[in-house]
């Protein structure tokens, strides 16, 4: 395998000494570019948690059921998926830049929409379903892009701060305030009025992402251009011969179709069997998975990548998720609460890790093609979990099937670790080291 891609100077930026004091976790906001891109993610995320809520009260507004909320969320789920891959090769292709102001347009006609249609009394659940899916396909867009620009505008040993702070505005903005926000609006005015606010979001993330003034590099010149299915084998080719991502790639398709039918499925009826909790409760320990989340997020960044990248990664996936065990067998709600939360914070930790080596160990122009592969295997399994799981749970206890998550995931953990000599390869390997070691050569002695 070859050593790291060597990163240039990020665009608009003056090199930096380490030593300046700074939390590490603060520091990529020392950079204009990441300034602005933090700021409008933060506030089209924040957009998007109130969608959740708005879409939902929408369809409820225009007389729709369960039946027409599912297919409203589905075409919304279809266009994501349908359209992540290519939105990877468009990361690798056009100017990333070009790709997320495009994006937030798309969001914003979308979210204009449908407030003018509602707040005049003409809009049809057709036209909600319509932008649903607009907005679904402007997301598998985003995503590969903002993946992939982060290393044009951050030095290497700034991306693992960068992607911890992502990784804890999105829970508090996407899964908290956003939808608390949306019901208070909701409840005092309407639907219409709450989707008015979620465009004026998206206008204000348009006009700030205006102002990102790096000349990303990100288009390939128009001679000898491939073809799209040639950019994707080439994608995939690179995924299946690179054996640190190939089977953390294939660990992640069996976790989540382990994990997420019993998290999302199963949950709510332990809670009735031994909580005695209902919707609240559910809302309740999901919201602790999350806060885990954000926390080890948060933690992460304030550090360096570590020296056994890809085996603590691995491990904190595979025995991050042993607590899930519990889930089935106690009757203390506290007890299931730390549990979630554990779990959270081992996933946010290891999600931050991971987002961090596919910018610096994945070749600069194939990193948008590589993030929406990832992207693709953890939305395409999810649905899947979540069908099978009922059923299952139908002929087998439901203690036993969380146990077997428990045991499952470290094991095929170790496993995969095993496989692809994970840690031969993170020695071979070094990242945050030989750059550290260069900025400390760069300053002046000590007096």
């Known amino acids: 395998m070859k050593k790291p891609f060597a990163q240039k100077q990020p665009v608009g930026t003056a090199p930096r000494r380490p030593g300046t004091g700074r939390l590490r976790a603060l520091r990529p906001l020392g950079r204009h570019d990441f300034r602005i891109l933090i700021t409008a993610l933060s506030i089209s995320i924040f957009g998007s948690g109130m969608w959740a809520v708005t879409m939902v009260y929408q369809v409820i507004a225009l007389d729709g059921g369960p039946a027409e909320l599912s297919l409203v969320a589905a075409l919304a ?129 348009f006009s700030i992402l205006l102002r990102l003034r790096s000349d990303d590099g990100g288009a390939p010149s128009a001679q000898a251009r491939p073809s799209v299915w040639a950019d994707l084998r080439e994608g995939v080719a690179y995924t299946a011969r690179t054996p640190w991502l190939l089977w953390t790639l294939l660990y992640a398709v069996v976790l989540l179709l382990l994990l997420m039918g019993p998290l999302e499925v199963l949950l709510p009826f332990a809670i009735r069997q031994q909580l005695g909790g209902g919707a609240a409760t559910f809302g309740f320990m999901l919201a602790m998975f999350g806060i885990g989340g954000a926390a080890g997020a948060l933690t992460v960044s304030s550090f360096r990548l570590p020296r056994r990248y890809l085996s603590l990664m691995m491990l904190l996936w595979g025995f991050g998720t042993v607590p899930m065990g519990i889930l089935g067998l106690t009757n203390s709600f506290w007890l299931m609460a730390a549990a979630l939360a554990t779990c959270g914070f081992t996933w946010g930790v290891a999600q931050v890790i991971w987002g961090t080596l596919l910018q610096r160990r994945v070749p600069p122009h194939l990193l948008g ?79």
């Open 77 to 205: 789920g279809l266009g994501l998926v349908s359209f992540v891959l290519l939105g990877g090769i468009a990361a690798d292709r056009l100017p990333r830049r070009l790709i997320l102001i495009s994006v937030e347009a798309v969001n914003l006609l979308a979210l204009a929409s449908v407030t003018l249609l509602a707040l005049t009394g003409r809009l049809q659940l057709w036209q909600v379903a319509a932008a649903a899916t607009m907005l679904g396909i402007a997301s598998a867009f985003f995503f590969p892009a903002y993946s992939a620009i982060l290393p044009r505008i951050l030095p290497p040993e700034e991306l693992l701060a960068a992607n911890g702070m992502e990784g804890t505005i999105r829970p508090v903005l996407q899964q908290a305030a956003g939808p608390a926000v949306a019901g208070m609006v909701i409840a005092a005015t309407s639907p219409g009025h709450t989707a008015a606010l979620i465009a004026a979001a998206h206008t204000i993330a």
């Open 369 to 447: 093609r590589v993030s929406s592969l990832d992207f693709f295997v953890s939305l395409a399994l999810m649905p899947v979990s979540m069908a099978l799981a009922g059923p299952v749970a139908e002929v087998v206890p439901i203690w036993l099937i969380y146990m077997v998550v428990a045991v499952a995931s470290p094991v095929l953990a170790i496993a995969a670790i095993l496989i692809a000599r994970m840690p031969q390869d993170e020695i071979a390997h070094p990242l945050d080291t030989p750059a550290e070691a260069a900025a400390k050569g760069a300053q002046p002695p000590s007096s």
